[in-house]
């Protein structure tokens, strides 16, 4: 296991400086079926296509895994899980979790988010495509919303579809995905849920994003948990994704290594934009 102090990772860019008046975001409602909603969020863009997951099962065994994660007892509980404790450090804690029979392990972490702004604002700084593009340093060559998905009743979760583009590393294809995803209230407690997976090939014909040039990666499944926490936010992320055929041995080793790194660097880079939000907000 590792212990890392995030401010002395390897590659970690200089302090982030914004104009003052990109630091805004917008108020969190209730929807006409309990889902939540950002004002001024464009629904009218609504693509009808049939819901790929559930929303609710989504949820369920995210917080389950979030559960698992620190405390050992419950792995047996999760279909012979085998969770890992990987990275421990004042930021953020790191787990690999792999499971019998399926060669892709979950990476998850836990961050405090050190923080006075609402739980919405760093919601939003996630959700919001083009604020997260402003903190997050992956190299995404596209991160765009496409269209409304409309509401999953028996969730009480929004939906809409996520198209991402990123870039590996020189003489390695692109890798791109379209994500169905979710925003729920997590049931039974205060806080939200963002949830995130692949979509059929066939829907992504239907919203204009067919395979190209980039090789078409799978997310199985990606979530982030917000819940309020005294000074601050406590933030659970977990991500399993199939990068897709042809990524050489050796890149496929550097991303086990940096998987361990990415979640820490995240959580710094997303509660230094969180200290530029809250001073621009004084």
């Known amino acids: ?39 001024g969020q464009n629904v009218a863009d609504y693509v009808d296509v049939p819901f790929g997951k559930d ?27 085998s969770i890992h404790l990987m990275v421990e450090s004042h930021i953020a804690n790191v787990w690999f979790c792999e499971a019998p029979q399926v ?9 405090r988010i050190d923080t006075r702004l609402p739980l919405e604002a760093v919601l939003w700084s996630i959700y919001s495509p083009p604020d997260r ?8 060559v596209k991160h765009e919303r496409i269209c409304s998905g409309g509401v999953q009743m028996s969730s009480r979760a929004r939906r809409d579809f996520i198209y991402s583009r990123v870039s590996i590393a020189f003489g390695v294809s692109d890798r791109d995905v379209v994500q169905e995803r ?14 995130t997976s692949s979509c059929s090939e066939e829907v992504a014909a239907t919203l204009g994003r067919k395979p190209s040039t ?17 000074q601050g936010i406590l933030l659970f992320t977990l991500s399993q994704k199939d990068a897709g055929s042809h ?25 230094e934009y969180c200290r530029h939000l809250a001073g621009a907000e004084k």
């Open 133 to 140: 593009l402003k903190w997050d340093r992956s190299p995404f």
């Open 55 to 81: 929303a609710r099962e989504l949820c369920q065994r995210v917080l389950e895994i979030s559960r698992a994660c620190k405390n050992p007892s419950m792995h047996d509980k999760l279909d012979g899980l």
């Open 247 to 271: 990524v050489p041995a050796m890149f496929q080793a550097m991303a086990r290594n940096a998987g361990k790194r990415k979640p820490l660097e995240a959580a710094e880079q997303l509660g």
């Open 214 to 230: 980039a090789v078409r990666s799978r997310d199985l499944l990606s979530a982030y948990l917000f819940r309020p926490c005294p």
């Open 103 to 111: 060669p892709v392990p979950f990476v998850a972490s836990e961050a």
């Open 182 to 195: 979710f925003l729920m209230q997590l049931p039974d407690e205060e806080g939200y849920a963002i949830l």
């Open 1 to 39: 296991m590792d212990r890392l102090l995030p401010h002395r990772l390897k590659g970690l860019r200089p302090p982030l400086v914004l104009p003052l008046e990109e630091a805004r975001w917008p108020a969190l409602d209730t929807g006409a079926h309990g889902e939540p909603v950002f004002q």
